[in-house]
């Protein structure tokens, strides 16, 4: 708003929301409106929400993951394989996999891929203490669950040196066609690791 | 998240940040990931803008913008043309309108739109508090700016038969091809209304 139309606390609640991925200028006045005439079921319930954030939300000192609770809910399950570490890059790859249920294990969230011309190196990742877990005797194997794109994968790279040392078994995910995928669609790289990876049926 | 992964407050954020226009249940999650992760340049700032929405924002008791001071700083501005009125549904139109600074004039929201399958009828709009607006010494012209739908004109013609008591001009906006608009990819409805109300060039 080019004019001063209304105080600069409507306009400084709608600069904050264009912040949050997904949302553009347009979409955070929308929410920003959203809020203000729904007060009693939306603001006061976010503000709520937002306040608890700030006072809860922790990282957790072993795996990097989120939580109100430090060690956070899944590195204090017991009923989960202590043998396998499974590598994100960030904490919404973890949702990810929870959600689909497929594998019962501990986590590790690296904060991100490697990326040097962001000045990104090791140093940035949760790498370090990735190598320590990977040097305890309960873990056998350490699943690098990385993004499929040139950064994940050289991350990838990356920390299976590292963990040479160490007496695990370093894996990743398999690569090939997606559930539902169409090969008409699909990129020359996809394909080319779907006939390369080839399963006898 | 189906399984217990972390504290409910984690999952109450996202589900409040769901609610907001735009966000669907995944950007939801991206959201507030960014939130945790952002702590300092965005988690506590938005905390603090929304305390400040639950604090200070309020429906201009004039005109039903919402604003940090009441009457809103539309209503104070006395640079305004106090002879027009534009009205408008809800609080966005208002700010899309100050943003083309195309007229420099007070406005009324309504509210929304009269809706009678969805149980609003006029009195759960702000029309009678228009009515009596206009029907003040200083107001000469009524602007029903509301959107060109269904909705919106059978609400522009409900007004205009309330006002029709008042002493003012009740006008609406040009119908017509949007500026960069392609005919090929009008609908009838707008090609319809750029013919009938053609102007010699």
């Known amino acids: 708003m080019s004019k001063k139309i209304a105080g600069p606390e409507i ?8 912040r949050l991925p997904g949302l553009g200028p347009r979409s955070a006045r929308k929410a920003a409106l959203a809020l203000i ?6 603001l006061l319930p976010l503000a709520d929400a937002i306040k608890t954030a700030v006072e809860k939300i922790v990282e957790c000192p072993q795996c990097g993951n989120v939580d109100t609770v430090s060690p956070c809910t899944i590195c204090r399950d017991e009923r989960r394989d202590p043998s ?20 019962n294990a501990r986590y ?27 040097h305890s005797d309960d873990v056998k194997e350490v699943l690098l ?3 499929a794109t040139v950064e994940g994968q050289s991350t990838a790279h990356y920390i299976t040196g590292e963990l040479a040392r160490a ?10 066609v997606p559930i539902g995928g169409e090969l008409d669609y699909l990129d020359e790289g996809t394909l080319a690791a779907a006939i390369k990876s080839r399963r006898q049926v």
Chains 1, 2 share one sequence.
Do not use: F, M, T
């Open 11 to 18: 306009e400084r609640l709608v600069q904050l929301l264009a």
């Open 37 to 42: 005439k729904r007060r009693q079921d939306l």
């Open 84 to 103: 396998l570490i499974v590598v994100v890059e960030e904490v919404g790859d973890l949702w990810a996999l929870e959600r689909a249920q497929v594998v």
């Open 108 to 134: 590790h969230v690296l904060g991100g891929h490697l990326s040097p011309l962001d000045g990104i190196g090791p140093d940035k990742l949760n790498i370090g203490s990735l190598v320590g877990r990977a």
């Open 145 to 147: 669950a990385l993004n």
């Open 167 to 176: 007496n695990v078994i370093v894996s990743r995910l398999a690569q090939g």
